[in-house]
């Protein structure tokens, strides 16, 4: 979690490079997101990027 500038958070959930990234991981984040209230939301392998 990296809290921006604003009172804003941002999740940002990784994956080593050679996961797919699955609807699994998908929900998790939003899990993350929903549980503190968190409007943005980062998912990455490092080859795909889903915000």
């Known amino acids: ?3 921006p500038n604003s009172n804003d958070i941002l999740y940002i ?3 080593s490079k050679d996961c797919k ?3 699994k991981d998908y929900s ?3 899990g993350y997101m929903d ?4 409007e943005w ?3 990455t392998n490092w080859n ?3 915000f």
């Open 1 to 3: 979690m990296i809290p």
């Open 13 to 15: 959930e990784t994956k």
């Open 21 to 23: 990234i699955t609807k």
């Open 28 to 30: 998790q984040l939003s």
């Open 35 to 38: 549980s503190t209230i968190t």
């Open 41 to 43: 939301g980062i998912i």
């Open 48 to 50: 795909h990027y889903i």
